[in-house]
């Protein structure tokens, strides 16, 4: 019978990713105590060793890794969409100049 999916909570996850790290006892074992797959608490610890230095960033470094700032954003479309308008104004121009030849 198939197994239905189930869904960690981050505390679950950080929880089994520590005791992963720790080396304490082996994937296999940690697998048989927690029910998880061997592949996911290996998934898990390397989540948790790439993020790690996140939890001692500042906010000023939180906010450059974010991503982009959403008024610059809409700054950028703002000028784009000038640049259509303007684009297509001139070669309506430049279609009204051809058919009239």
């Not at 001692?56 to 700054?75: D, Q």
């Amino acid at each position: 019978m198939k197994r239905t999916r189930r869904n960690h909570s981050a505390a679950y996850k950080a929880k089994v990713a520590l005791a992963a790290l720790r080396g304490d006892k082996t994937l296999v074992e940690l697998s048989q105590q927690f029910d998880v797959h061997v592949n996911q608490i290996t998934q898990w610890k390397s989540q948790l060793l790439e993020r790690a230095s996140d939890v001692f960033a500042t906010a000023a470094e939180r906010s450059e890794t974010a991503g982009p700032n959403v008024k610059e954003l809409h700054a950028k479309i703002g000028q784009l969409a000038m640049e259509n308008d303007f684009l297509a104004s001139a070669l309506g121009r430049i279609g009204e100049v051809s058919a009239k030849r």
